[in-house]
């Protein structure tokens, strides 16, 4: 009765390198929430998944970050070319739908040198 | 747009001492309200919740009341241990939109034996 699963647990990147982080949801999960954490600071919203589908992207900054969920595998957060603003802990959080509660993954932590 | 406010922290105790951490929100609908606790390292947890008005939520010897006069679910605990030291994020999610989960900037909790 796995939880959310997310890996890497941490991931260094070079600046201009790509990240990916992949979630994979609890079983019977078809959403998937992005959160990221800034360094002593509260988890702010990234973007909204349904299985191949983006919900709400409000939150993802307009250049750089995409977030897909496919209909087979994890949904993969993707940044391109990092910067070190970029350093932070990504949290993803599944849930049965958009009524239900959500569970956190235990989240990548990304460091940019 | 939705928002809430935690005290800051660290809030340093003693064993067996009671615990309050402050949180109010500021929301235009009727949100449902969350505490959740982050471990070293760790994803966050889902504390305890309340869904209305008056509501009482309760875990592990933790209660918070949803007090929609004074806008607030302030985290109680009659006797602190070693064991709650964690970061404690307050957080609220509105039940129609997009259902994502707004956080507080998360209070730092240090019980000491």
């Known amino acids: 009765n796995a939880g959310v699963m997310q890996n890497p647990r941490h991931l260094v990147r070079r600046r201009g390198q790509e990240a990916r982080l992949r979630c994979s949801p609890m079983?019977?999960?078809?959403?998937v929430y992005w959160y990221r954490q800034l360094p002593e600071e509260g988890l702010k919203f990234m973007v909204y998944l349904q299985k191949e589908n983006i919900i709400d992207e409000s939150g993802m900054p307009k250049e750089r970050f995409s977030a897909e969920f496919p209909k087979e595998g994890p949904s993969i957060l993707r940044i391109q070319q990092v910067v070190r603003g970029d350093s932070a802990a990504y949290f993803c959080?599944?849930?049965?739908?958009?009524?239900?509660?959500?569970?956190f993954g235990p989240g990548t932590r990304l460091t940019v040198t | 747009g939705d928002s809430v406010t935690q005290m800051e922290g660290p809030v340093t105790l003693s064993e067996e001492a009671f615990l309050t951490i402050n949180c109010t929100y500021t929301a235009t609908g009727y949100p449902s309200l969350f505490w959740y606790v982050q471990y070293p390292g760790e994803g966050l947890q889902l504390l305890l919740k309340?869904?209305?008005?008056?509501d009482k939520g309760s875990n592990k010897g933790f209660e918070a009341t949803y007090r929609k006069e004074t806008t607030s679910f302030h985290l109680e605990k009659g006797s602190v241990q070693v064991s709650d030291s964690a970061v404690y994020f307050c957080?609220?999610?509105?039940?129609?939109?997009?259902?994502?989960?707004?956080f507080g900037s998360g209070t730092r909790l240090q019980v000491q034996p």
């Open positions: 079983k019977g999960h078809s959403h």
């Open positions: 957080a609220l999610v509105m039940d129609t939109g997009r259902r994502a989960l707004t």
């Open positions: 309340a869904t209305k008005a008056d």
């Open positions: 959080a599944s849930s049965q739908g958009p009524i239900y509660e959500q569970y």
